[in-house]
């Protein structure tokens, strides 16, 4: 039988096991699983809401908006709409990011609980968990969660016998980036092109099937039981700043022990990289550091105290995003990490506004061209042109501007790499 | 209206709108690609960036898309603001990166919106160097060329194609830069309405087929503001000449009717002018051939004919102009004057005409009809014998579910949302036919039956709706179908009626008009529409007091020598026999037509008449809308609009004899003052603008002194034209000249079919000097009109014997569109439809070829299955030469091959 040794100071990760297999539902109630949910039944929807807001929960997506206030947006009044969705987005696919696999794998049943609340609190009828096609294991132990959970009576009708009803149901999606944008994942959702939605109207007015929808995050979703069971006030004090929990922190790159931790929420860059990462593997150099994934602003050796939360890492020039770092070495090219992410992105584009379809196929060949030795000085300008003409608000939605993170930071902060690829007509790392 | 602040200069606007259409609308130029003003703003492809400030003391502001910027009170936004100039040229730059640079080869060069917009953001040069993406080329049928590699993504083209018109197999497939916009693989477009993708493209992907095979740029045509003669609706037309040859067909926006779409019969049913069947000269019976004669010799001739006549039968045409028709009434005067049409097809129209007039419901526009929110249709197949009131109807079937959208605050102008918000919901949408249409997608309900059944239907919703007549219903599926029917028009806001002579059933007609009035005395503000068969059916038939069978009948005295034929082949129209026994009763048949034609080929003098790009006149649409059309050039041949070989004829009669377009509509308003308003319909030949006449091609017409000067290097005088206020030269007016005279659009930096933002007061609203075309018929307030008492059908058919209707078929069904060669490729090959279980029954399988008894002849067909008939009815293809002559409905017996 699985062993309970409870950490609450990592509330997320604590009874997952060193396997990675993923907890039961018998092994999940042990752990005091579903209690949370049998709690939130006996609660009033808008109390839950209430307790959330409070709890200082932000979208752990990337965009840090609140959980709490997200959901207050949900009309549950007698006029509300009849048919609400919940959609866990499981699209986890954000360059340099695993760590909503790590939960989808190992602790399946806690985002079920979670689901199931945040359903409750907006009153949703139905749940989806979208999730990306790759995540072949998550897809497995999801379904046997969802069977399980539904045979337990957790989903279905009449759920621990509250009255409220709520089916799931596991989307396994394609697979493009794009689906991880709350709206293009509706559109697939739906079965239409993953292609983002004008806002407004936001989907908690008009999302799936033109229903009000919230759409969560895993690690956000996998919060909520913990949430309502200790109290708005425990989830606070877990992090180091205002903003309330822990997080998943993940590493890679030329680091000694690239992994995944769960820690407060604003803990130093420095601690991340230095005492969990263990600094550099030997023989390498720090040069900077991605703090959220792919499509976050590159960070340097003087950001390293910089506290790793939404507003401090926003006050230091980039974004916390998916909290998952990723290092760049002395003997990686910049250039070439820039134009492998660039490359990345031009690729995943939807292919549904202009800057992004045209603008990100353009830096990728001139990014090209400077690896391979034919660019020129006036290339860096066109780069540049294209950072203000993909800034935020200028393109559909914020795919082709998390793109212009790491390139426009890498031609403030790396432009003598550049320089040195047009003026040796090659790449110096080659 | 809110005020509204751009570049600093305050307007008073609409707040329904957004950003965009609003600063079109005040006349600025502000570019964009993915907006149209029928499709609205998706905000793709961020070319109409603008900067919009917090307040007047904001300085910064932020870039936003006008196309998705709501308007509010005081709100301040910049169209000129540098950053906003710049994102708008760098937009232009990144589109070029995989736009070819073919504009010379490209046939949308000279007419481009993404041309005008290019140089509308000052973009000029391009950085990138790298390849273009390239994409294969589709084979999409007779109309429509497709060079996916001019693509810049804009998604007008599926939105057109899929939201709008309802067309099923065009799609955008791929990603990225890799987006392609085509069918799933290559094949004829199925939608009725392709050959709007032509101007709805910004560039030459999507380019009109007909035009390549005989291309001439936009610059160089001469152009003529006409009215489509295909169908009865009058869809307004730009029609082009280079060379004396038709080049192509373009909507013609008229706010009140077609909008800025055509039907693909419209737009490329025009190459039967170009035809090497037209006649183009006087011709004259010798020796049983015709042989070639001069204009003044055929005058010459028919004069002495008439002179010695005195009594000349005259055959009108519903495809003729009043102005032709009533020339020939005046010819042969009023008593030897038919409408050359059927009388049991002359009496519907009659009727029509009568409840037009005289009904106590309105009969809506093709645009109004977009705004009705429950539609039920009573026999027709829309989408075949009226398309551009299908395409209506896909918009009014929107109307009930958006009330959803309108509800979560999504502007009406906000396309996707509502989209979204709708979930392609439907409308109440009734069908009450003969078979499947093409409509049934939309339906709520579908009835099939026969016209008797239909019209029985009919009576039964309008009895629901308003007790009147004491029907009951004859079978549970009418019954049930009449409950729902009655129950969604009278729970709509606008419920539409729409019927037609399609079936021949003049039941039909009143029952429909029975609903509507019934709906209206149950204070509904119901519409009504009528389909009818030809461009001038209405108009003609108002000419006229006599049909075809009358002239038939009276010419078999005998005392009739001669016979005039306007435009008009009666082999189409009446039984061959009767045909060729009438037209031997003459010793001279005098034929005015565009085209050889079994009428012709039985005549002994032939006059080249003009089409609707020859010649010019007056045209009455389904809904008594009086429109002109204008020649478009004067051919180097001796065709010419039918009244003025009549007017030719008359001279020296006596003096008063009406020569020129304007004289001959005081002659007809004199006989006719119900018709007083078709004066108006168009301002007269003597109408100047700032003194000057209006240009029919625009200012860089090319190679004038080149045209002629193999034949004469001195420049010949172009023609005059004293006919109308328009002029065969590049000279005049330059400015926008009233609608009913535009032969083409454009304005400074606007070279493409775009360029009509600038002559609309609002863009998609009404044109300055407002939507051209003059409604004959109103309905009066308070109108007391009678019910019809309509005696239910009693017909029940024989064993073995089927009731044969006529289906309808949008290329094959027009006699003179399906002459033009990209039509023809799509006219059906002869069949016969049945319904499933008879056929089942009778051992007949799809494709078999059974033989049908066609007006006493035998003709072998094959069959056609699974078009939702009705047991014991059978269908033929109208207006096949296979089929011209029959007299629908009709009973027949079929046999199976092999089986006799």
């Known amino acids: 039988?699985?062993?309970?040794?409870?950490?609450?100071?990592?509330?997320?990760?604590?009874?997952?096991?060193?396997?990675?297999?993923?907890?039961?539902?018998?092994?999940?109630?042990?752990?005091?699983?579903?209690?949370?949910?049998?709690?939130?039944?006996?609660?009033?929807?808008?109390?839950?809401?209430?307790?959330?807001?409070?709890?200082?929960?932000?979208?752990?997506?990337?965009?840090?908006?609140?959980?709490?206030?997200?959901?207050?947006?949900?009309?549950?009044?007698?006029?509300?709409?009849?048919?609400?969705?919940?959609?866990?987005?499981?699209?986890?696919?954000?360059?340099?990011?695993?760590?909503?696999?790590?939960?989808?794998?190992?602790?399946?049943?806690?985002?079920?609980?979670?689901?199931?609340?945040?359903?409750?609190?907006?009153?949703?009828?139905?749940?989806?968990?979208?999730?990306?096609?790759?995540?072949?294991?998550?897809?497995?132990?999801?379904?046997?969660?969802?069977?399980?959970?539904?045979?337990?009576?957790?989903?279905?009708?009449?759920?621990?016998?509250?009255?409220?009803?709520?089916?799931?149901?596991?989307?396994?999606?394609?697979?493009?980036?794009?689906?991880?944008?709350?709206?293009?994942?509706?559109?697939?959702?739906?079965?239409?092109?993953?292609?983002?939605?004008?806002?407004?109207?936001?989907?908690?007015?008009?999302?799936?099937?033109?229903?009000?929808?919230?759409?969560?995050?895993?690690?956000?979703?996998?919060?909520?039981?913990?949430?309502?069971?200790?109290?708005?006030?425990?989830?606070?004090?877990?992090?180091?700043?205002?903003?309330?929990?822990?997080?998943?922190?993940?590493?890679?790159g030329k680091v000694r022990k690239p992994g995944l931790w769960e820690l407060p929420l604003g803990i130093s860059l420095r601690e991340l990289f230095e005492d969990h990462a263990g600094g550099m593997a030997d023989g390498y150099q720090f040069r900077g550091v991605l703090p959220g994934g792919g499509s976050t602003d590159f960070l340097l050796e003087e950001h390293l105290d910089v506290p790793m939360d939404y507003a401090s890492v926003a006050k230091a020039g980039s974004r916390l995003g998916t909290g998952t770092i990723i290092v760049l070495d002395d003997k990686t090219c910049p250039v070439g990490m820039v134009h492998n992410l660039e490359r990345f992105f031009a690729q995943e584009s939807c292919g549904w506004c202009t800057p992004c379809r045209e603008g990100l196929p353009w830096t990728t060949k001139i990014l090209n061209a400077l690896e391979t030795g034919t660019g020129k000085t006036e290339d860096l300008n066109v780069l540049e042109f294209h950072t203000h003409y993909m800034a935020p608000g200028n393109t559909f939605c914020a795919l082709a501007p998390g793109a212009m993170e790491p390139l426009q930071s890498a031609l403030k902060y790396f432009k003598t790499d550049f320089e040195m690829h047009i003026n040796e007509h090659k790449c110096p790392w080659k | 209206m809110v005020k509204l602040f751009i570049d600093d200069k305050a307007y008073e606007v609409d707040e329904s709108k957004n950003a965009l259409e609003t600063a079109l609308s005040i006349g600025l130029n502000l570019p964009y690609f993915c907006w149209h003003p029928a499709m609205h703003s998706v905000g793709a492809c961020r070319q109409c960036a603008i900067v919009k400030y917090k307040d007047e003391h904001d300085t910064k502001g932020k870039l936003v898309m006008a196309c998705m910027e709501p308007i509010a009170d005081n709100l301040h936004i910049s169209i000129e603001a540098p950053e906003a100039l710049a994102f708008r040229?760098?937009?232009?730059?990144?589109?070029?990166?995989?736009?070819?640079?073919?504009?010379?080869?490209?046939?949308?060069?000279?007419?481009?919106?993404?041309?005008?917009?290019?140089?509308?953001?000052?973009?000029?040069?391009?950085?990138?160097?790298?390849?273009?993406?390239?994409?294969?080329?589709?084979?999409?049928?007779?109309?429509?060329?497709?060079?996916?590699?001019?693509?810049?993504?804009?998604?007008?083209?599926?939105?057109?194609?899929?939201?709008?018109?309802?067309?099923?197999?065009?799609?955008?497939?791929?990603?990225?830069?890799?987006?392609?916009?085509?069918?799933?693989?290559?094949?004829?477009?199925?939608?009725?309405?392709?050959?709007?993708?032509?101007?709805?493209?910004?560039?030459?992907?999507?380019?009109?087929?007909?035009?390549?095979?005989?291309?001439?740029?936009?610059?160089?045509?001469?152009?003529?503001?006409?009215?489509?003669?295909?169908?009865?609706?009058?869809?307004?037309?730009?029609?082009?000449?280079?060379?004396?040859?038709?080049?192509?067909?373009?909507?013609?926006?008229?706010?009140?009717?077609?909008?800025?779409?055509?039907?693909?019969?419209?737009?490329?049913?025009?190459?039967?002018?170009?035809?090497?069947?037209?006649?183009?000269?006087?011709?004259?019976?010798?020796?049983?051939?015709?042989?070639?004669?001069?204009?003044?010799?055929?005058?010459?001739?028919?004069?002495?004919?008439?002179?010695?006549?005195?009594?000349?039968?005259?055959?009108?045409?519903?495809?003729?102009?009043?102005?032709?028709?009533?020339?020939?009434?005046?010819?042969?005067?009023?008593?030897?004057?038919?409408?050359?049409?059927?009388?049991?097809?002359?009496?519907?129209?009659?009727?029509?005409?009568?409840?037009?007039?005289?009904?106590?419901?309105?009969?809506?526009?093709?645009?109004?009809?977009?705004?009705?929110?429950?539609?039920?249709?009573?026999?027709?197949?829309?989408?075949?014998?009226?398309?551009?009131?299908?395409?209506?109807?896909?918009?009014?079937?929107?109307?009930?579910?958006?009330?959803?959208?309108?509800?979560?605050?999504?502007?009406?102008?906000?396309?996707?949302?509502?989209?979204?918000?709708?979930?392609?919901a439907t409308g109440p949408f009734f069908i009450a036919a003969a078979h499947d249409t093409k409509l049934d997608d939309i339906a709520t309900?579908?009835?099939?039956?026969?016209?008797?059944?239909?019209?029985?239907?009919?009576?039964?919703?309008?009895?629901?709706?308003?007790?009147?007549?004491?029907?009951?219903?004859?079978?549970?599926?009418?019954?049930?179908?009449?409950?729902?029917?009655?129950?969604?028009?009278?729970?709509?806001?606008?419920?539409?009626?729409?019927?037609?002579?399609?079936?021949?059933?003049?039941?039909?007609?009143?029952?429909?008009?029975?609903?509507?009035?019934?709906?209206?005395?149950?204070?509904?503000?119901?519409?009504?529409?009528?389909?009818?068969?030809?461009?001038?059916?209405?108009?003609?038939?108002?000419?006229?007091?006599?049909?075809?069978?009358?002239?038939?009948?009276?010419?078999?005295?005998?005392?009739?020598?001669?016979?005039?034929?306007?435009?008009?082949?009666?082999?189409?129209?009446?039984?061959?026999?009767?045909?060729?026994?009438?037209?031997?009763?003459?010793?001279?048949?005098?034929?005015?037509?565009?085209?050889?034609?079994?009428?012709?080929?039985?005549?002994?003098?032939?006059?080249?008449?003009?089409?609707?790009?020859?010649?010019?006149?007056?045209?009455?649409?389904?809904?008594?809308?009086?429109?002109?059309?204008?020649?478009?050039?004067?051919?180097?041949?001796?065709?010419?609009?039918?009244?003025?070989?009549?007017?030719?004829l008359m001279t020296g009669n006596n003096g008063s004899t009406p020569v020129h377009l304007d004289e001959v509509m005081d002659s007809l308003i004199a006989a006719f003052p119900a018709l007083q308003a078709i004066q108006s319909a168009a301002p007269p030949a003597g109408f100047r603008e700032d003194t000057q006449k209006i240009p029919r091609s625009p200012q860089r017409y090319s190679g004038r002194t080149a045209i002629h000067a193999a034949e004469n290097v001195s420049e010949p005088r172009p023609p005059a034209d004293p006919d109308s206020a328009l002029s065969y030269t590049m000279e005049g007016y330059v400015g926008i000249p009233p609608p009913a005279l535009t032969p083409f659009y454009w304005s400074p930096g606007w070279n493409s079919v775009q360029a009509i933002n600038k002559y609309q007061i609002e863009v998609g609203g009404e044109l300055h000097g407002g939507n051209p075309g003059r409604r004959l018929f109103e309905p009066a307030e308070n109108n007391k009109t009678e019910y019809f008492k309509i005696m239910p059908s009693a017909y029940s058919l024989k064993k073995g014997e089927w009731l044969v209707l006529p289906l309808y078929h949008i290329f094959g069904s027009d006699e003179l569109s399906a002459q033009s060669p990209a039509i023809a490729e799509r006219v059906p090959p002869p069949y016969i439809a049945l319904n499933n279980a008879d056929a089942l029954k009778a051992g007949i399988a799809e494709g078999a070829i059974i033989e049908v008894l066609l007006n006493g002849n035998k003709k072998w067909l094959p069959v056609k299955l699974n078009i939702g008939l009705p047991e014991g009815v059978a269908g033929l293809p109208k207006g096949l030469p296979e089929t011209s002559g029959v007299f629908f409905p009709f009973l027949t017996t079929l046999k199976i091959a092999g089986n006799d």
């Open chain 2, 89 to 424: 040229a760098g937009n232009i730059e990144a589109l070029m990166t995989n736009h070819p640079h073919d504009c010379p080869i490209c046939d949308e060069g000279g007419e481009c919106h993404l041309q005008d917009m290019t140089v509308m953001t000052g973009h000029n040069q391009r950085r990138y160097c790298y390849s273009k993406r390239t994409h294969n080329n589709q084979y999409l049928g007779p109309f429509v060329n497709h060079e996916m590699n001019r693509c810049i993504q804009c998604y007008r083209c599926v939105r057109f194609y899929k939201d709008y018109a309802g067309g099923k197999d065009l799609d955008v497939f791929s990603a990225h830069n890799d987006v392609y916009f085509g069918r799933q693989e290559e094949g004829v477009l199925e939608s009725e309405f392709s050959g709007n993708l032509v101007e709805v493209c910004p560039t030459g992907v999507f380019t009109d087929k007909t035009l390549k095979k005989h291309y001439t740029r936009k610059w160089d045509l001469t152009n003529a503001p006409s009215i489509c003669h295909q169908c009865s609706l009058g869809c307004n037309i730009i029609a082009s000449e280079r060379y004396g040859i038709i080049r192509r067909v373009l909507s013609r926006y008229n706010g009140d009717v077609n909008g800025y779409f055509l039907c693909d019969r419209g737009r490329f049913g025009y190459e039967y002018i170009n035809s090497k069947k037209r006649i183009i000269a006087p011709a004259k019976l010798v020796n049983g051939s015709f042989a070639g004669i001069t204009v003044n010799d055929a005058v010459q001739e028919i004069k002495a004919i008439i002179s010695t006549e005195n009594n000349m039968i005259g055959i009108g045409s519903p495809k003729a102009s009043l102005e032709s028709n009533f020339l020939l009434r005046k010819l042969v005067g009023p008593a030897n004057f038919y409408a050359g049409i059927p009388a049991r097809e002359g009496k519907l129209i009659r009727q029509v005409i009568e409840i037009l007039k005289n009904g106590k419901v309105k009969t809506p526009s093709l645009n109004e009809a977009k705004a009705y929110d429950a539609i039920f249709i009573l026999g027709e197949d829309v989408t075949n014998t009226a398309p551009m009131l299908a395409l209506s109807l896909r918009q009014a079937v929107k109307n009930e579910p958006n009330e959803k959208a309108r509800a979560l605050k999504i502007p009406d102008w906000n396309d996707a949302a509502t989209r979204e918000a709708v979930q392609g």
């Open chain 1, 1 to 252: 039988m699985y062993s309970i040794s409870d950490n609450p100071e990592k509330p997320l990760t604590q009874h997952i096991k060193h396997d990675g297999a993923r907890l039961t539902l018998k092994e999940y109630e042990s752990t005091g699983g579903y209690q949370a949910l049998k709690k939130a039944l006996q609660m009033n929807p808008a109390e839950i809401t209430r307790i959330v807001l409070d709890s200082g929960l932000k979208g752990r997506g990337g965009a840090g908006f609140s959980t709490g206030k997200k959901w207050s947006t949900i009309d549950i009044s007698e006029n509300a709409a009849p048919i609400k969705y919940l959609v866990a987005n499981a699209d986890e696919m954000e360059p340099g990011s695993f760590k909503d696999r790590f939960l989808l794998e190992g602790n399946p049943h806690q985002l079920i609980e979670g689901i199931i609340i945040g359903a409750y609190a907006i009153q949703a009828s139905f749940s989806y968990v979208f999730l990306r096609w790759a995540y072949h294991l998550a897809g497995k132990v999801l379904t046997q969660s969802i069977q399980e959970a539904y045979e337990a009576g957790y989903l279905g009708k009449n759920i621990a016998g509250s009255g409220f009803n709520l089916d799931m149901s596991l989307h396994i999606s394609v697979g493009r980036y794009m689906c991880g944008e709350e709206t293009a994942l509706l559109n697939a959702l739906e079965g239409k092109r993953a292609n983002p939605r004008a806002k407004p109207p936001y989907p908690s007015n008009s999302g799936l099937f033109g229903k009000p929808t919230i759409v969560n995050n895993v690690e956000t979703l996998s919060n909520v039981p913990h949430i309502i069971n200790n109290g708005a006030d425990w989830f606070l004090k877990l992090s180091k700043t205002g903003e309330g929990g822990t997080k998943l922190y993940g590493a890679s």
């Open chain 2, 445 to 648: 309900q579908i009835y099939h039956g026969t016209p008797g059944r239909i019209a029985d239907l009919g009576s039964l919703v309008a009895e629901k709706i308003n007790r009147q007549q004491g029907i009951v219903s004859a079978d549970a599926e009418a019954e049930t179908t009449a409950s729902n029917v009655s129950a969604a028009l009278l729970a709509a806001k606008r419920p539409l009626i729409i019927a037609g002579t399609s079936l021949y059933s003049g039941a039909i007609i009143q029952a429909a008009a029975n609903i509507a009035y019934a709906l209206k005395d149950q204070g509904k503000d119901a519409g009504l529409i009528y389909i009818v068969p030809e461009a001038n059916s209405i108009g003609s038939i108002m000419l006229a007091e006599q049909f075809l069978e009358d002239a038939f009948q009276n010419a078999a005295s005998g005392e009739y020598k001669s016979v005039m034929i306007l435009e008009n082949d009666l082999y189409q129209r009446m039984d061959k026999t009767d045909t060729d026994n009438f037209l031997r009763l003459f010793t001279n048949i005098i034929s005015l037509d565009y085209l050889e034609n079994a009428t012709t080929r039985n005549s002994t003098l032939l006059l080249p008449a003009g089409t609707f790009a020859e010649a010019d006149g007056t045209v009455i649409n389904n809904e008594g809308r009086a429109q002109r059309f204008y020649q478009v050039h004067v051919p180097k041949n001796d065709v010419r609009s039918s009244w003025k070989w009549f007017a030719a």
